[in-house]
C-alpha cells in the first residue's frame, strides 16, 4: 500500500532509507536548514535506471535533489 505522496507505508520507506522522511529538517554543514519534500523512487525495482532520490527544499523556496548517500554526507537532522 501507499502512504502519502505515493511512497510505500512509512514502515518500508524508512526501512529502505532509514532516518529520511517527508517533512524532516536538516542542517547542511554550511549551517543552512533544508526541509526534505520527499523520497523518489524508492519503490523502484530496478535502481539502475530509476535510482533513488532526496528530493529537498531551502528555506528560500529552492528545490534539490541528491542521492541519499550524497544527502547524509552533509546533512544531519535538526533535532528539536
Known sequence: PSGRRGLPASGDRMTLLPGLAPD???????GRYYTVLLLANVHADDQENYPRYVVYRDDSGRTWAKSPERFLASMTPEIG
Not at 524532516?24 to 554550511?30: L, Q, T
Open 24 to 30: 524532516s529538517r536538516w542542517r547542511h554543514h554550511s
